[in-house]
């Protein structure tokens, strides 16, 4: 069983920063992959990045590949999503997943993930 803590969410003017955690409990975290999505008012919930288990690889949606990050830190059970030059169409509450089967490839989808947070909003004011 894994447990996940998202933080770091916040309001902020557009071409902002933000870097959000996601804190996660159990052994088994550093042989998972991660994966953050969002949803905002009014949509579906959306891929925005995965990372595999040892960090080597990572993966983002079109819409912010080149501004937002994925890494984590496995001695501190740790992942995180840096965002930069937020855009108000980035506002949403922020998740983040694990693919509870270790070592595979975390994909786009949200049915692939076992473990989620319990989120955190981001608002990105214009």
């Known amino acids: 069983q894994v447990q996940l803590v998202e933080s770091g969410g916040g309001l902020v003017q557009a071409g902002d920063s933000l870097r959000l955690s996601c804190a996660a409990s159990?052994?088994?975290?550093?042989?998972?992959?991660m994966g953050w999505f969002r949803q905002a008012p009014g949509k579906e919930r959306e891929f925005v990045a995965s990372?595999?288990?040892?960090?080597?690889?990572?993966y983002y949606a079109d819409s912010v590949k080149g501004r937002f990050t994925t890494s984590r830190d496995n001695a501190k059970n740790t992942v995180y999503l840096q965002m930069n030059n937020l855009k108000p169409e980035d506002t949403a509450v922020y998740y983040c997943?694990?693919?509870?089967?270790?070592?595979?490839?975390?994909?786009?989808?949200?049915?692939?993930?076992?473990?989620w947070g319990q989120g955190t909003q981001v608002t990105v004011s214009s």
């Open positions: 997943a694990a693919d509870g089967k270790r070592y595979r490839t975390p994909g786009k989808n949200g049915y692939e993930y076992d473990y």
């Open positions: 159990g052994r088994a975290f550093s042989t998972y992959g």
């Open positions: 990372i595999i288990w040892s960090g080597g690889i990572t």
